[in-house]
């Protein structure tokens, strides 16, 4: 026999009232709530230094959660107003003005005492330490919430401020006077947090969370708070700081009062502040204090991951990795060793108790890897008998030849000194002998005086003082105006001397500088195959290894970069002779290729290669011919760094030395 249609839904109605929670009958849940208070002050009137009112979510509170007081007066002498005040407010589910929200139900009276109010800067926890927590001046945007919360706050009444003789004000502390809390949570229980704020601090005393009704008094603390500098030249430390407190236990009330522990200082040993800025008061859960961000981590690192939330016990926590809930992971913290690529990504934590859950602010964990990837402008070393030494191109021009009526250079890389063209090859110890051979042909009509830079148009650099760090470098430059003699300069100037011919006409020319580093030695210029002129060191000079060769450009921003033409550019590791030179030019005769380290013949365009990078600023890029090694460092491999296949270069990864990374180091 059939049931009629209404049998069948009245059926499922009976198994759908089943499920409703059996907690939340027992508990009577008819209407959870937060609210947070905010105390704010009236500096004579300055927006720079009053108000505050709470615009931005802050400390897990939605901004329209919270209720921002009448301001306050600070005291001084320049501000009108009293010294000491008593306030009040009541708020209900109409006040909707003057900083106030409508609660969801019911009505609070809200009062308080304080002797003085005033402005501070402290930064949160939110940024990087340590400034951060010692944030001077006024607030500027944007701002946090947090930050607005500890902006403004009520003076303890014995520290440092308007009154004090010696640095102590001898006046009575803050009392904060609340009723009505049984309209709000009608059928609950809640808990109270409160924030601190102060510009006369070290540490924080304890808060006194008094149920008025039932005579019982609850201490909360301030457990972690940051380290403060030091100010004022008082006999007792203080500097601007601040802090949250853990959580109340469990109150059932009408009726409470919050007010500090006695503060006190001793003069070279302590300063205990006793200020309030604000507090929460709730019966559902919050997380007051999200796990930040963890903007970079490396191989191996450890990371610990932590929250801080309130609400009525029990509360049960879930951590969750882009939006999935990770196993076992069901504390306030979340730790995990020896990160790999697994582990990136947003993280955040659920807390939910019989009235209701919340979700912390994301902390995104961000893995440093070496990503590859691809790069034009590689120009390809053509030296015959040892490994390539390419370079990378960031701007020149290649040109199949190049004539000046009476030389015609085929294979040709063209420079124009405004646009930072250049050639960059990375260090290698080919490179780093006490002695050399440079040898080029350069066309140029003269050095372009309106590119940046102080004098002259480099050629070939090595810088000595780091790359970007004007300083004496190794250089060949071509000095401005006519004829545009050739300088050659030596670390810590050593060594400095011009060619006696110039080569700013504007026809092809070969150069040569032979150099020896030792206090004995010196160098030599030779134009087209011909010798210029020498000069002997003044003491003996090393280079620094590390630095690449430059060619075409400088980092030191005293030279101009290179305005013309240059064709087979070589780097020899020995002083070639007179008749070797000369070879070189009548020929192109490769002349040593044991000695050859570098030749770069611009035969074709620039090509294609692979270039790696990284984040990661303290890791040192390693090579290794296979992938059980040996590997070896590649000194001055900074990200991004393009890699060029070779017998030595088949595998590269970077050595790191693992740290611990802790997303909230003040936590409780």
Same mark, same amino acid.
């Given at each position: 026999?059939?049931?009629?249609? !209404? ?55 939605? +901004? ?6 009448? &301001? ?8 009108? !107003?009293?010294? !000491? ?9 109409? @006040?909707?003005? #003057? ?52 902006? $403004? ?10 009154? &004090? ?48 009704? #039932? ?32 959580? +109340?236990?469990?109150?059932? @009330? ?75 992971? @069901? ?44 790069? #034009? ?5 053509? #030296? ?46 080919? =490179?780093?002998?006490? $002695? ?17 830079? @102080? ?62 580093? +030792?206090? $004995?030695?010196?160098?030599? =210029? ?143």
């Amino acid at each position: 026999m059939k049931r009629s249609p !209404g049998l069948v839904n009245s059926s499922r109605n009976k198994k759908v009232a089943c499920t409703v929670s059996a907690a939340a009958l027992m508990l009577g849940v008819s209407s959870a709530a937060t609210i947070g208070l905010h105390f704010q002050d009236n500096y004579c009137g300055s927006a720079r230094y009053s108000g505050y009112p709470i615009t931005l979510t802050a400390f897990g509170v939605a +901004s329209n959660g919270w209720q921002s007081l009448l &301001e306050m007066n600070t005291g001084y002498s320049s501000c009108s !107003g009293p010294l !000491g005040y008593n306030l009040n407010e009541v708020i209900d589910t109409t @006040t909707s003005t #003057n900083g106030l929200n409508p609660l969801p139900n019911g009505s609070l009276n809200v009062s308080w005492f304080g002797p003085t109010a005033n402005f501070c800067p402290f930064g949160g926890y939110a940024g990087s330490p340590p400034n951060y927590y010692t944030k001077g001046g006024p607030l500027t945007t944007p701002v946090t919430g947090e930050e607005e919360v500890y902006a $403004t706050f009520i003076r303890d009444g014995i520290n440092f401020g308007p009154g &004090e003789s010696g640095g102590n004000n001898d006046q009575p502390g803050y009392l904060v006077d609340i009723t009505g809390l049984k309209s709000l949570f009608t059928n609950s229980s809640f808990v109270v947090e409160t924030m601190a704020s102060g510009d006369s601090i070290e540490t924080l005393t304890n808060v006194m969370v008094i149920d008025v009704t #039932n005579s019982l008094t609850n201490f909360v603390s301030y457990p972690n708070t940051p380290p403060v500098k030091n100010s004022e030249g008082t006999s007792y430390y203080q500097g601007t700081g601040g802090g949250l407190s853990t959580g +109340s236990a469990p109150l059932n @009330t009408d009726h409470i009062q919050i007010m500090s522990v006695q503060p006190v200082h001793v003069a070279g040993e302590y300063n205990h502040a006793g200020t309030i800025c604000g507090f929460i008061i709730t019966d559902k859960p919050v997380v007051s204090m999200s796990p930040q961000t963890i903007p970079l981590a490396g191989p191996g690192d450890t990371v610990a991951l932590s929250a801080y939330a309130i609400g009525v016990p029990p509360l049960s926590y879930q951590w969750q990795l882009n939006g999935k809930s990770i196993v076992g992971a @069901t504390n306030l913290s979340y730790s995990f060793t020896n990160l790999s690529l697994t582990y990136g990504g947003s993280y955040d934590l659920v807390v939910t108790n019989v009235y209701g859950a919340a979700t912390s602010a994301v902390s995104v964990v961000t893995e440093d890897f070496i990503a590859l990837g691809p790069t #034009n402008g590689v120009v390809y070393d053509t #030296n015959p008998d040892h490994p390539q030494n390419n370079g990378v191109d960031t701007g020149a021009t290649w040109v199949a030849s190049s004539s000046d009526g009476s030389v015609t250079r085929t294979g040709v890389m063209g420079f124009v000194a405004t646009n930072a063209d250049g050639i960059t090859v990375q260090d290698k110890a080919s =490179f780093d002998g006490p $002695t050399g051979t440079i040898t080029f042909w350069m066309r140029s009509a003269g050095t372009d005086q309106t590119a940046s830079g @102080t004098a002259g148009a480099s050629i070939f650099c090595r810088p000595v003082g780091g790359i970007g760090n004007s300083s004496d470098d190794f250089i060949i430059a071509q000095l401005d105006g006519s004829p545009g003699t050739l300088y050659f300069e030596a670390p810590s100037f050593n060594n400095i001397f011009t060619s006696v011919s110039g080569v700013s006409d504007n026809l092809w020319h070969f150069v040569a500088l032979t150099f020896d580093q +030792s206090s $004995t030695g010196g160098a030599a =210029f030779y134009i087209d195959g011909s010798f210029q002129a020498t000069n002997a060191n003044s003491l003996n000079w090393t280079w620094p290894t590390g630095n690449p060769l430059e060619i075409g450009y400088s980092s030191d921003s005293y030279w101009r970069d290179y305005n013309g033409l240059l064709n087979d550019v070589r780097y020899y590791s020995a002083i070639l002779s007179s008749s070797q030179i000369a070879s070189i030019h009548s020929s192109g005769a490769l002349v040593d290729t044991n000695d050859l380290q570098l030749q770069f013949k611009f035969a074709a365009p620039p090509g294609q290669g692979m270039v790696l990078s990284w984040q990661e600023a303290s890791a040192v890029l390693q090579s290794a011919p296979t992938l059980n090694g040996p590997w070896t460092d590649l000194p001055g491999a900074t990200s991004p760094y393009t890699v060029f296949p070779a017998a030595t270069q088949q595998y590269f990864r970077y050595r790191y030395v693992p740290q611990s990374l802790v997303s909230n180091p003040y936590l409780m």
